[in-house]
């Protein structure tokens, strides 16, 4: 499935968003660059998971990957504060070029919230 509105990255757009994800792993960054260039939205989960475990613990990253992470609380199982959320709202508008407003943020409290927010918001 790919979406007609996006162009594929400039040598130089390409650069900056490994920049921006330079501390996310590899995995994160090749889906966030598969999705901007060929517009593949099953990408994207990889890279809202993988940006979310860049602000984990690292003892908490190990939960993102298990069964049944798509129930995990935000801020009471991750631990992410409403000040880290806002980082992580940032780096996924700029890795999926999308614009998620302050007030759509109320309802997202797990990771399957984020994922079917996000998901919706490609598709529109």
Do not use: H, W, Y
Request: aromatic share 2%; with cysteine.
């Amino acid at each position: 499935m790919s979406s007609e509105s996006n162009n594929p990255l400039t040598p130089e757009q390409e650069e900056n968003l490994r920049d921006s994800l330079k501390r996310c792993t590899p995995e994160t960054i090749e889906a966030a660059i598969a999705f901007r260039n060929e517009g593949d939205v099953s990408q994207a989960p990889v890279v809202i998971i993988g940006i979310i475990q860049r602000f984990c613990e690292p003892e908490v990253r190990p939960k993102l990957k298990e069964a049944g992470a798509d129930d995990l609380q935000i801020m009471d199982d991750l631990g992410l504060d409403s000040l880290t959320m806002v980082d992580v709202v940032m780096l996924v508008e700029e890795s999926l070029d999308i614009t998620i407003d302050n007030s759509e943020l109320a309802d997202l409290q797990t990771i399957g919230d984020v994922k079917k927010f996000v998901s919706a918001k490609l598709s529109a």
